[in-house]
């Protein structure tokens, strides 16, 4: 059972609530950094990374330090300031340990600080943790539901960059080039997502 | 690192830092100060509102189990309904459900909660169209929405958005399901 | 003369220095609270809020704030407003705190704010940098007003909740439609800059605050790296 909902949670992070083409969350590098495809790659494993890093990290310290303090009000700052502090640690292990990982991935890193997406995911776990049900996200949940988050992310981001690299042989009216057609890629690319709602209704935990 | 390190260097820009996050808590905890009275009325009167909903005829309200179960009572102090709030996972996030019940029968469904499901489509549950379709259904037998089942009790779909009309569903049997454990067998 | 300069300061910010449809900032909240013409002035009216102190602020502590540490400053500052703005949401609105949901405190990270912190609030005086935020605020909004109009009217065939419009095509409320009206007033922004001889934003990192280390810079640094030790 717990397996089981481990996996609804991961699918659905993925495909029903993904974080960019349904929650619109980290626009930003999904428009700016897709253009190639080892770069959207890269740049999603960052992503990923600090995704269940900073949860790891903020889902905790808001239910066992803010909760019981009853100090809800600072989640915002702390969870901002918690994952710029990541980053930067991050950034700093990772060219001082292990400089090649630091080569491919260390690049990302300054700009996944201001990457709604990762914030969004610390906080909006905390919306599904609700003790008066049975259906409430433990850490291990959070965790999973951060990882796929940051999956769905990379899949969005791969499929994204497969169809750009169509666009730029595509022949396009002129006052569409740039920014108004790769929109538009978005908006068919999103479409395609919303046929997943079937498929993970079969698995998510209902009871 | 490319610049110096001197005491100076680490200690300005830490203690500024510290200072800026502190004035920031400072005025943080006043606002809360200010405003966490009237928010926790607001959710108050959000939650009697639905409970009001669904039991129209009660004037007040007991609680029975903390944040589940309130049994509403009348003018002169008769049970005329209970009102059950359960929670569910929806399409897009939580759906919260305010389900009446008087002697075993539904009397009323109010979705106080949906705010993560699709305007348009999931968002529509909250429509009294489709809330109606639960009065008037029996408490002991389990309901289904009718695309996945025609035996029994049904209700039909909001078009377009099974996943949040079923995710309403289930919440209305949880609520049914704590009625029949806390509420039938304790008489 | 002076009078005229700070005029310019706030009205940059609503035709000529859009943050949304020519900066392409804030590309998140545009597409995400954008269906119905309510939810976009809600968002509107707290991101302006937001701005417009926090530029207030930044830009009278510009010579307290050691250089070393001004992102994390600024974050700080950007994040404490953005927590007093929620919770009076909150107190006083409770039904645009519910409409918004998790988009308000991810205002905290619209490049919008931290953009204008960096380049304006951080270099200029209090009186232009609240005109600034309060210019750049009232162009969000507009932007926000528009697709929020457009996707309500062509969506729920309704406007601000009154149902005006007999048919209704879905898809502009959901996610798709949202991609694509934005899109649409893009090109349409477009080609008036182009009419008008100016230069034509290509990608939504030209704007922002984070783009010296990031983006199109960083992208063709990795893609030269990928070449180079490909061969």
């Known amino acids: 059972m717990l397996i089981k909902s481990l996996v609804a949670v991961f699918l659905a992070a993925i495909l029903t609530e993904n974080y960019v083409l349904s929650k619109f969350l980290g626009i930003c590098p999904f428009l700016g950094v897709s253009k190639k495809l080892n770069t959207a ?3 999603s494993v960052a992503v ?3 995704m269940v890093l900073s949860t790891a990290v903020t889902f905790p310290i808001y239910t066992y330090v803010l909760v019981p303090m009853g100090m809800e009000y600072l989640q915002t700052v702390l969870f901002i300031l918690i994952i710029a502090g990541l980053v930067q640690l991050v950034e700093i292990v990772l060219r001082k340990y292990i400089p090649a990982l630091y080569n491919s991935l260390g690049i990302y890193l300054p700009l996944i600080t201001t990457n709604c997406a990762v914030l969004g995911v610390t906080m909006l776990v905390l919306q599904k943790v609700d ?3 049975a259906y409430t996200y433990t850490f291990g949940h959070a965790l999973v539901n951060a990882f796929g988050a940051g999956i769905g992310f990379l899949v969005a981001m791969v499929m994204f960059a ?3 690299g169509r666009l730029e042989s595509a022949d396009i009216p002129k006052s569409l080039k740039g920014l108004p057609i790769t929109l538009v890629a978005a908006a068919l690319v999103s479409l395609s997502f919303l046929g997943f709602a079937g498929f993970v209704d079969k698995l998510i935990p209902l009871g | 690192m490319r610049f110096k390190i001197t005491p ?5 820009p830490t203690i500024s830092l510290f200072l800026i996050c502190l004035v920031v808590t400072a005025a943080l905890a006043l606002t809360n100060n200010v405003t966490a009275e009237k928010i926790a009325y607001n959710e108050l009167l959000s939650k009697n509102q639905s409970m009001k909903n669904v039991c129209p005829e009660a004037q007040s309200f007991d609680e029975l189990v903390p944040d589940v179960l309130y049994e509403g009572k009348n003018e002169g102090g008769e049970t005329v309904g209970y009102a059950i709030s359960t929670a569910i996972q929806g399409y897009g996030g939580q759906v919260k459900v305010m389900t009446g019940i008087m002697d075993g029968e539904i009397i009323g469904v109010d979705v106080f909660y949906n705010d993560d499901e699709t305007p348009g489509l999931g968002k529509n549950t909250s429509n009294e169209s489709f809330r109606d379709q639960y009065k ?7 309901i289904a929405v009718s695309k996945d089942s025609s035996d029994g009790q049904t209700v039909d779909a909001v078009t377009s958005a099974t996943i949040s009309s079923r995710a309403v569903t289930k919440a209305v049997n949880e609520a049914c399901r704590i009625y029949t454990e806390q509420v039938k067998e304790g008489e | 003369m002076a009078q005229k300069g700070l005029l310019k300061e706030f009205t940059k910010g609503i035709v000529k220095e859009n943050p ?10 545009t597409l995400a609270v954008t269906t119905s013409a309510s939810n976009a002035i809600g968002m509107g009216v707290a991101a302006t809020a937001v701005l417009v102190c926090s530029n207030a602020v930044i830009s009278l502590l510009r010579k307290v704030i050691p250089d070393k540490v001004r992102i994390p400053a600024y974050i700080t500052i950007i994040a404490g407003f953005v927590s007093v703005v929620q919770m009076l949401v909150k107190a006083f609105a409770p039904a645009i705190n519910d409409s918004l949901g998790i988009y308000l405190p991810l205002i905290v990270v619209n490049c919008i704010i931290l953009g204008r912190a960096e380049m304006f609030a951080g270099k200029n005086p209090v009186l232009p940098s609240i005109l600034d935020g309060l210019g750049m ?3 969000f909004t507009a932007a926000l007003l528009c697709m929020g109009i457009i996707r309500e009217l062509l969506g729920s065939g309704s406007l601000f909740g009154m149902q005006i419009m007999p048919v209704q095509i879905l898809i502009f409320i959901l996610p798709p439609g949202g991609f694509f009206v934005f899109g649409m007033l893009i090109m349409l922004a477009n080609k008036l800059n182009t009419r008008a001889g100016k230069k034509v934003k290509t990608t939504p990192c030209d704007g922002c605050p984070m783009a010296d280390n990031c983006a199109e810079k960083t992208c063709e640094k990795t893609a030269k790296e990928a070449t180079l030790n490909a061969d």
Do not use: E, H, N, Q
């Open chain 3, 20 to 29: 949304v449809l020519c900066l392409v900032l804030g590309t998140c909240p």
């Open chain 1, 48 to 50: 990923t990374f600090v």
């Open chain 2, 8 to 12: 100076k260097a680490i200690l300005i």
């Open chain 1, 162 to 164: 497969g169809v750009r």
């Open chain 1, 41 to 43: 790659v890269g740049m």
């Open chain 2, 136 to 142: 008037g259904l029996k408490a002991d037998s389990p």
């Open chain 1, 131 to 133: 003790s008066t049900t």
């Open chain 3, 137 to 139: 605020g009232v162009g």
